[in-house]
């Protein structure tokens, strides 16, 4: 953490960042400080969900709020498409493809509920599973 902070120092750095969508951790801490500043660029890669903050910044909203403070966005920011820790539709339908029979119980919890549907969809056409999607805070027994 105090690596992380002592960055904020630095005059010019590159920061790489794991958090996903610039939704938490010290990501934001960085951005706060950068956003303002048109010398900084910001880099995002991957696939931002609707409505969290690495989305905002990639559809060009020229204010954020980080940690409850409206933030300016002067820096630039950049898009790198194509990367993502995330397997696809095909390849999550093969990894489900993979189990033997009794398939396991699924549950879909990441992902934008459109696309969600059509995962489940999915599902139940290759596999006869009705895949869940429990709400937010619900409480799954298994």
Known sequence: MAASR???RVRRAIV???SGMC???RVQEHLARCLPDPACSVIV???QAEGTLGRK???GIPRVTIHGTVTEVRAKVHTIN???AHADQGGLLEWVAGFDAPKPRIFLVHGEPE???LLANALARRFSLKAEMPRWRETVVV
Do not use: C, N, Q, R
Request: proline share 0%.
């Open 82 to 84: 194509g990367l993502s």
């Open 57 to 59: 910044l990639v559809e």
């Open 23 to 25: 939704e938490g951790g």
């Open 115 to 117: 696309k969600m549907s």
């Open 16 to 18: 790489l960042a794991g």
């Open 6 to 8: 002592s960055i904020a």
């Open 45 to 47: 890669t991957g696939y």
